[in-house]
């Protein structure tokens, strides 16, 4: 009986998932947040503040996202909140690094969190 020998063969399976809708009306009609990503949408062309991994923060205004929480972001000030250790005292020495940009692309999988920024 032969062996069959078969090479590296990557197979790529795309499940589509389908919810039955309640009703004809959507949250996008209404204006409501039904659904998480709901909350982003209603800030489109709003100030936001997002927090990101590597203590990193950026204000701005929403452009466009889409479902991995890619952002555009115009407009945009970054800070950077850098902790040092000071060799002499062995204290924490915390500063901060601002920078901005007229329009930056975020990744989404850095993305910690995402709202309105703050009006205090």
Known sequence: MAKRVFGERFFFVSFFFTYPMADTTTSADTGTVQEPLDLVRLSLDERIYVKLRGDRELRGV???????LNM????VEETITIVDIDEE???????????????LFVRGDGVILVSPPSRA
């Open 72 to 75: 555009v972001l115009g407009n």
């Open 89 to 103: 005292s062995m204290q924490q020495v915390i500063r901060t690094v601002q920078r901005t940009f007229d329009m």
């Open 62 to 68: 929403l452009h466009a996202y889409d479902g991995h």
